[in-house]
């Protein structure tokens, strides 16, 4: 189903004079509400007059995590205190965390975001959608929750954790809907297959929105087939409200990302020029609705490209091909750049490895070694490292040819790796440390 076909579906020249009627609003506000918006754009010498259309975004400056960070918490506010009615924050591993206030208006346009990408999937009245992404200043939880209350479906709010009950009522309550992140429904399929309480066929499951961390191909390969579902991609990240910044539809080809609200740009990190349509490069977001705290050109760090091409489901939103990872994530490594989601897809050509992974970078004697804990499955493990050999030496050659340095693999027991209920951390950089 398409949630809002009028925007969903829009023409391209009507959207662009949409976005441009709302880019204005929304410069003006910043600029006369957010001292920080005002004092960049003076120091470019531009007003809000001299934004007419969507094309003119170029001239405005970029925001930065940095900038969120040195603004923290309310500094960005364009709205007096009084029309908040919410706030959320991501943790960040380190310094300040980064701050998003909503008002009424913006918990609604946020739940539009997220209802659009579930009534994508199928969700509707009668679903039974169990969130387990946490409950908390992280926003998945209650995104999904207001996303899920927007379409008149049921609300199960279990949080993230708890797998053994999380499974239970997932059986007992006849859970359709599963919203949590990649690693933590890969955990909650390996426990249902595991467990002797439940079982998949008495499971009700019919799609999972999947996202706050990037995945693979091979990763929705392995969860449509253990959880018997069809697995979908959500995007989104607290700048911009949380998730429901896009989502992918039933022909699983991209994420379209409502333009409407957050308008995609694609910049070359290097140059910070915009990359040609179809190129790869750093995604940055204007929020154009946000009322309490809208942004300006957000550098994401996140890694991808916009598709601009017709899909065949019907809508005109441009797609976002899979971020790669995020630039803070890339690893360089004997001078190869490295993302972690390399490693995933190519453990996950492998039937004999779980998709489980942990890269360990170091340097030693002015080297950089690069050690790789991957996960063979119960049935083809053996602590023999004998018998592991036929297994390491494909992977290996497969890491070699696709990343184009040498892994030492080293073979964990089933369920050696440690699980994430959020997040999953997939590397340690311990190069950092000797600094
Ligand atoms: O992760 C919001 C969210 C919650 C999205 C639930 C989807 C589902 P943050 O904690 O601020 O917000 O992290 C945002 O997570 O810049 C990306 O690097 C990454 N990310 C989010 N969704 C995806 C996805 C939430 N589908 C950061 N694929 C973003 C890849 C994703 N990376």
């Known amino acids: 189903m398409i949630f809002n076909p009028k925007i969903e579906c829009m023409e391209r020249e009507e959207m662009r004079a949409l976005q441009s009627e709302r880019l204005k609003k929304v410069v003006k506000a910043c600029y006369e509400k957010v001292p920080f918006y005002k004092k960049k754009m003076d120091s470019r010498g531009i007003t809000p007059d001299d934004i007419k259309t969507i094309d ?13 960070r040195d603004e923290y918490p309310f500094g960005l506010q364009a709205v007096s205190q009084d029309k ?28 539009e975001g997220v209802a659009r990408v579930m009534a994508a999937g199928g969700v ?8 387990s992404y946490g409950y908390g200043l992280f926003t ?11 379409l008149g479906a049921v609300q199960l709010p279990t949080s993230a954790g708890n797998t053994e009950k999380q499974i239970m009522l997932m059986q007992d309550f006849g859970s359709t809907v599963l919203c949590c992140t990649p690693s933590y429904a890969l955990r909650l399929a390996e426990a249902i297959h595991q467990s002797d309480k439940v079982s998949i066929d008495k ?3 019919r799609v999972g929105f999947f996202g706050a961390e990037p995945w693979t191909e091979g990763m929705r390969r392995e969860l449509e087939e253990k959880l018997r579902i069809k697995a979908i991609d959500i995007y989104g990240l607290t700048e911009m409200c949380g998730p429901g910044v896009g989502g992918e539809c039933e022909c699983q080809n991209g994420t379209h990302l409502w333009e409407d609200m957050f308008y995609p740009e694609i910049i070359n990190p290097d140059t910070l020029e915009p990359c040609a349509p179809g190129e790869f490069g750093e995604l940055v977001f204007t929020s154009l609705c946000k009322e309490a705290m809208p942004i300006l050109r957000y550098r994401t760090r996140d890694l991808t490209r916009l598709i601009y091409d017709k899909c065949e489901c019907g809508r005109t939103a441009v797609r976002m091909d899979r971020i790669l990872g995020r630039s803070d994530d890339m690893m360089i490594i004997r001078g190869v750049n490295v993302f972690p989601s390399q490693i995933e897809t190519v453990l996950t050509e492998f039937p004999a490895f779980t998709p489980y992974y942990f890269i360990t970078v170091d340097r030693i004697n002015n080297e950089d070694t690069f050690d790789l804990d991957v996960e063979l499955r119960p049935e083809y493990f053996s602590a023999d490292p004998k018998r592991q050999m036929p297994f390491i030496k494909p992977l290996f050659d497969r890491i070699v040819s696709l990343v184009g340095i040498k892994p030492n693999i080293h073979i964990k027991p089933p369920f ?16 950092n440390f000797h600094n």
């Open 56 to 68: 003119d975004i170029v001239k405005l400056p970029f925001t930065t995590k940095t900038d969120l």
């Open 84 to 111: 908040v009615v919410r706030i959320h924050a991501s943790s960040g591993t380190t310094g300040k965390p980064v701050v998003d206030t909503y008002t009424k208006n913006d918990i609604n346009m946020w739940a």
């Open 124 to 131: 509707n009245a009668g679903d039974v959608v169990q969130v």
């Open 140 to 150: 998945g939880g209650l995104g999904a929750h207001d996303g899920a209350a927007m």
């Open 203 to 205: 499971m009700k499951l």
């Open 416 to 431: 050696g790796i440690e699980r994430s209920m959020g997040k999953a951390k997939h590397a340690l950089d311990k190069r």
